[in-house]
């Protein structure tokens, strides 16, 4: 993009944290308006669930078995903090 535009970045943002934050600063650096627009499911931000599940990553098909009851509360707590580094930086930029 050799003129300025605008960016409309729509992601769930669940990559690599950094490389996105590094990406998006360039376009700022470059003087692009930039707009991020998280989507995300309803489950992966309450987390839900109950009982024992298999969680199986859509990228790389590793899989986890867990107790729902015994990872929710650290699950919720890591997002949390995930979707509080987000917001922290895009604040900063702004």
Avoid at 50 to 71: P, Q, R, T, Y
Wanted: glycine share 6%; hydrophobic share 45%.
């Amino acid at each position: 993009m050799k003129k300025r535009g605008l960016l409309i970045f729509i992601s769930d943002l669940l990559s690599d944290q950094e490389n996105i934050l590094k990406a998006l600063k360039y376009f700022r650096f470059r003087h692009h308006e930039v707009i991020v627009l998280q989507v995300l499911d309803p489950e992966e931000i309450k987390f839900g669930y109950s009982g024992e599940s298999l969680f199986v990553s859509l990228e790389n098909k590793n899989s986890v078995f867990a107790d729902n009851e015994e990872i929710g509360a650290e699950y919720r707590r890591l997002f949390k903090e995930f979707l509080l580094g987000y917001k922290t930086a895009f604040h900063s930029a702004a």
